[in-house]
């Protein structure tokens, strides 16, 4: 018998969350200059989960080195 993946799932508490570039190094950077901020006070925050944070943080030198004038003249609003 075969499943369908939706079957088997677990049902998400959150619905999907897509960060920009832009919100990712927003949040490396409040992370930077606040240590003490939890990361499930930013997972709250920006509605995503705290792993996806840590994933987040962890790629910090990307997020950080990115150029938001580039990012916002290249990408058109949806």
């Known amino acids: 018998m075969h499943y369908h993946r939706s079957d088997t799932a677990k049902k998400r508490s959150k619905p999907y969350t897509h960060l920009t ?16 901020i939890s990361y499930r006070n930013l997972a709250n925050e920006y509605g995503v989960g705290k792993s996806t944070i840590q994933d987040i943080i962890f790629q910090s030198k990307k997020w950080l080195a990115i ?4 990012i916002r ?4 609003p949806r």
């Open 21 to 36: 570039a832009i919100q990712k190094k927003e949040i490396c950077q409040r992370q930077r200059d606040n240590p003490n």
């Open 67 to 70: 150029c938001v004038a580039l």
């Open 73 to 76: 003249l290249f990408v058109q």
